[in-house]
């Protein structure tokens, strides 16, 4: 499967974006979809993860309450809605397919391109 991330951009603190993610490919309702990030200087690190019927969204305590994964199974293609936007969000933000729930990125097969996510102060 190719993932094809978008939506990212230059935001102020409080305000909100949506990112998606396209997957090419008739398999994408078998993979769990993650999203991850990674900041200049540091790991890569889990944001959100839901899985293949698009129940049990699962979020990293940092975006709690802040951010929804959520997908559409029928245009194959995952979201991440960003609300409450912080300084600290600021990174680069990938999509990735894999085969099972983890937090951890070397099980996702799959990766998007990366789409950039600037939250200014």
């Known amino acids: 499967v190719q993932l094809q991330a978008s939506g990212g951009g230059l935001v102020q603190a409080g305000g909100s974006l949506r990112l998606s993610c396209a997957a090419s490919?008739?398999?994408?309702?078998?993979?769990?979809m993650g999203w991850f990030r990674q900041a200049p200087g540091k790991e890569r690190e889990f944001v959100a993860r839901?899985?293949?019927?698009?129940?049990?969204?699962y979020y990293a305590d940092s975006v709690e309450g802040r951010f929804t994964i959520s997908r559409d199974n029928a245009k194959n293609t995952v979201y991440l809605t960003m609300n409450s936007l912080k300084p600290e969000d600021t990174a680069v933000y990938y999509c990735?397919?894999?085969?099972?729930?983890?937090?951890?990125?070397?099980?996702?097969?799959?990766w998007g391109q990366g789409t950039q996510v600037t939250v200014s102060s």
């Open positions: 839901i899985t293949q019927s698009g129940s049990y969204p």
């Open positions: 490919g008739r398999t994408f309702s078998s993979y769990v």
């Open positions: 990735a397919a894999g085969p099972y729930r983890s937090s951890t990125y070397s099980v996702y097969d799959y």
